[in-house]
């Protein structure tokens, strides 16, 4: 049973943005998230400051509250995962009794087979011999009774193995735990047609499609963008030499790919801070398959149909579903490279997050985050290198 089923994923996670019903927007824009600062050092450079400390969740009693709740409920999605793990691993140990049985079968039948064939050749022998009674010496009871025996085992394991009852179990236990699991894009194809649903943390509903030919061309048949950048890290070589190293440009991935539903989660928001808190949302629930950069990045409409992605794989959806809407034209996203183990004296490239410059905040986004403080207050410095969407 393969855990990366196209279509399938599995972290549930209920969390709600209300913050807009009890506060003014100015009010909400501050305490919502917390804003950072952007200070060129030269050199292709930045340091990403954060302005206010995480004290900016403690304003709100009730955020502290959600965000706990997200925790303890990230918690049970995990336990849940282990328990469908050992699950699993209990229903393909007993699939492998099952080939173990049909092997046993497959002998017993050759088994059977050959001793049909003697038994014939012994009948054709006393049909020869019309004449004289031929009484069955004792051997030859013995054989067949060994035989009738053999008939009844192999026919008795036959109907245990056609039964089925193991893999109805399995189909079962299939609809039992994984409907309703985790609310990542539910995706179908109908006449030509490709259609996603998902929600946000509201629980609000949205749906947009895409032609199956124009899905193909833009996606599946499109070659993956192959620009590189050039990162110069300084005092990382022998002696304190600097090392240039080569990255994927993960900006010419970002095209806008999901105007319509973006609009309409932005038009259900009161700030822009909200919005951006709903997108990073939508992508926390999805599996994520490695904290670090690799090197195969996919179309955002790719991860998106998947509900799974690495580092770079949900920094380009996250960047796509903000820049698919109309307001999100208007700011500036960038990426950020730098080192995840030593985020303000970097040693190596090994992680990409996501800069978000309003007219009036910048906030720094963590993509393969589970939780709002991890998504947003995670780092109080970050040293990197900006590259532009």
Not at 13 to 34: H, M, N, Q, R, W
Not at 271 to 295: A, C, D, N, R
Not at 344 to 360: D, G, M, Q, T, Y
């Amino acid at each position: 049973m393969s855990s990366k089923i196209l279509l399938l994923a599995i972290v549930p996670i209920v969390a709600g943005v209300l913050l807009s019903t009890y506060l003014s927007d100015e009010a909400v824009e501050k305490k919502f998230l917390p804003t950072y600062s952007v200070i060129p050092i030269g050199g292709g450079v930045s340091e990403i400051v954060l302005e206010k400390s995480t004290a900016v969740l403690e304003e709100n009693e009730e955020l502290k509250t959600r965000v706990q709740q997200t925790a303890e409920q990230i918690l049970e999605a995990e336990q849940q995962r282990a328990d469908l793990a050992e699950k699993i691993n209990v229903l393909q140990d007993q699939m492998s009794v099952i080939e173990d049985i049909r092997s046993s079968s497959n002998e017993k039948t050759e088994q059977l087979e050959q001793e049909i064939t003697k038994l014939e050749a012994q009948i054709e022998e006393f049909k020869a011999q019309p004449d004289v009674i031929v009484q069955p010496t004792p051997e030859q009871e013995d054989s067949i009774a060994q035989l009738e025996a053999k008939i009844r085992e192999l026919e008795q394991v036959q109907n245990q193995t056609e039964s089925g009852s193991i893999f109805e179990t399995l189909t079962g236990f299939e609809r039992e735990i994984l409907v309703e699991t985790s609310k990542v894009p539910a995706v179908a194809m109908d006449e030509g047609t490709i259609s996603w649903d998902f929600v946000d943390s509201r629980n609000n509903k949205y749906t947009f499609s895409k032609l199956s030919d124009d899905f193909i061309d833009e996606v599946v048949r499109l070659p993956a963008p192959q620009d590189t950048l050039s990162i110069t890290l300084v005092n990382v070589g022998a002696g304190g030499t600097s090392e240039t190293v080569e990255v994927r440009d993960l900006s010419k991935f970002v095209t806008g790919q999901m105007p319509q539903p973006m609009n309409e989660l932005y038009s259900t928001v009161t700030t822009p801070g909200e919005f951006i808190f709903e997108v990073w949302w939508i992508v926390s629930q999805f599996e994520l398959t490695s904290y670090e950069m690799q090197s195969d990045p996919k179309h955002p409409l790719d991860t998106f149909s998947k509900g799974e992605g690495d580092n770079e794989d949900l920094a380009i959806l996250m960047a796509d579903m903000i820049k698919s809407s109309d307001i999100g034209k208007t700011w500036d996203l960038r990426f950020i490279y730098f080192d995840s183990d030593n985020p303000s004296s970097p040693k190596k490239i090994n992680h990409v997050a996501l800069l978000i410059e309003s007219e009036r905040d910048t906030w720094l986004v963590e993509p393969t985050a589970k939780t709002l403080e991890d998504a947003f207050v995670k780092r109080d410095k970050v040293r990197g290198n900006l590259s532009p969407i």
